[in-house]
């Protein structure tokens, strides 16, 4: 009770703002104490408002107090550091919920600072003190404070557990290995935790090794990266410098030929304007003369006439041509034909010369590409939700479930007319446009019904083979029967062996050029893959042969 007494009077001369027993004690106006230093600091960071006040019940005072030694508090102060009691410990010192409290500590614990797996005790700083000073507890083992000593305790003999049964790989006290444990191959736990350690050891290095290893290559593949965007940045900025010359020789070109247009121009214009003045002098002399004829054969006096009709001269010959050969009105439209035929030369040289250079681009894509998934699961991460475009649907084909399903009917459905509708074969094609990594998967019933993929622009008005799903290069096509299956891309036949199943799963990696089909039953099965490169985004389409065949694209739940 004596010591009880004392912690509380201990508690009455901390210093509320350090929480320590008070220094150098001093008390403000409204009549609490701080130690000297602890209030100056406090005030120093008010000095600012011109308002001093007190920690603990904020009252304020103008101006700042003058500080003055608590004579008295100081004496008591010295008075108990002579009994070797300390102040009150602060609250941080306690232990809280989380935790591990000192199970010696009476009233508030404190928190311990260790475990002792021998004790089978925690302990706080203060009482932990006797296994560093007792030579008997110096051997304890000393561990970081645990809540979970008592599962060192065998629930059925009340022993400490130090044995360990490798039998079966737990831990036991000496009484079980006279009991159930009897025969078994036991060792001391701390043998059995070193020899542990030591594969814990071998495995951490091989982590470690492992983790060197692979920052080795997240190096590499940074520094693959960097490389890779400087290629393309000079690939692009060699591109543009090389289609910037290309446009400056054709504006050159495009410059003579206007130049050398417009001095023939000026050469032609120059030899008619020439042609024209001289026929206007012509002109105006046989006018002249005609006036002469005109008066001599009015003359009524015919010795008059007879006299002035030697003194008119002959008829000069014409300086031109009995008849100008007008050209027809094609001066230079041979220029304008040759200047065409070199455009179409030239679009038919960049249509050849871009697909080698597209193929070079995607060669690097297929070379970055992550490998196609191997388990559904894989699949189902790139899961693409398809639904069908009521504008391309044939006038036959009627969309159920959300536009996701179609069947085809005898009777035509009342679709308004549209540029995107197949008139001559039973298709539609998706709303989605395709790019990157896609999954799905159709179902379908009745024989006869095609799963394709095809470019937007693919024509769309009448029965030929340009309109038909894996008749034509903008398309793929896998035709699916009752017991067998075919493939076709730009009308070549491939047959195709596999498991027949109602439900076809389609994979596209857009980027890698690859599409594959899969016969999806308990097991996904490989049909057939195509390697390619697709120049333009894809849609997903369907074909149906004949009446109440249907397909759906299924829509996971």
Known sequence: ??????????????????????????????????????????????????????????????????????????????????????????????????????????????????????????????????????????????????????????????EVMKIFCRTDQQCICYLCTMDEHKGHETV??????????????????QIQQRIQDQEKDLKLLQQEVEAINVSADKAVEDSEKIFTEMIRLIQKRSSDVKQQIR?????????????????????????????????????????????????????????????????????????????????????????????????????????????????????????????????????NMLLAEGERKVILMEEQQFYPDHPDRFTGWFQALSRES??????????????????AVSYKNIRRAGGSKECLFGANDKSWSLCCNTNSYTFYHNNIKTPVSGPVSSRIGVFLDHRAGILSFYSVSRTMTLLHRVQTTFTQPLHAGVWLYDDGNSAEFIKMK
């Open 434 to 451: 395709l790019t990157g990594r896609c999954y799905w998967d159709v179902e379908w019933r009745r024989e006869g019904v095609a799963v």
């Open 263 to 395: 001095s023939q121009q000026e050469t032609e214009v120059s030899r008619v304007k020439d042609l024209q003045k001289k026929l206007e002098q012509e002109i105006t002399e046989l006018k002249r003369k005609d006036a002469e004829l005109e008066q001599l054969s009015n003359t009524e006096d015919h010795n008059q006439f007879l006299h002035n009709y030697p003194s008119l001269s002959a008829l000069s010959e014409s300086t031109h041509s009995s008849s100008i050969n007008i050209r027809p009105l094609r001066y230079f439209e041979d220029v304008t034909a040759a200047v065409s035929e070199l455009r179409d030369k030239l679009q038919d040289i960049l249509r050849d010369k871009w697909t080698n250079i597209s193929l070079a681009v995607t060669e690097v894509d297929v070379l970055l590409s992550e490998p196609e998934p191997k388990t559904r699961a894989g699949f189902l991460k790139y899961l693409t939700e398809i639904t069908l475009d009521p504008n391309t649907a044939n006038r």
């Open 188 to 205: 001391s736990a701390a043998a059995e935790m070193t020899e542990k350690q030591k594969k814990l050891q071998v495995s951490q290095q």
């Open 1 to 158: 009770m004596a010591q009880r007494g004392n912690q509380m009077d201990s508690t009455k001369l901390s210093c509320s703002i350090c929480l320590d027993l008070l220094k150098d004690p001093v008390t403000i106006p409204c009549g609490h104490s701080y130690c000297r230093n602890c209030i100056k600091i406090f005030w120093d960071g008010e000095d600012q408002r011109r308002i001093h006040s007190c920690p603990q019940c904020r009252k304020e005072f103008i101006p700042r107090p003058v500080l003055e030694k608590n004579i008295m508090l100081a004496e008591l102060v010295e008075d108990l550091k002579k009994t070797g009691l300390q102040a009150a410990p602060a609250d941080h010192c306690y232990a809280g919920p989380e935790d591990v409290a000192c199970d010696v500590c009476t009233g508030r614990k404190m928190k311990a600072v260790r475990s002792c797996l021998v004790c089978l005790i925690s302990y706080c700083q203060n009482h932990l003190q006797p296994h560093y000073d007792v030579p008997g507890l110096k051997k304890h083992k000393l561990v970081n404070p645990s809540k979970k000593l008592q599962d060192n305790i065998c629930s059925s003999h009340d």
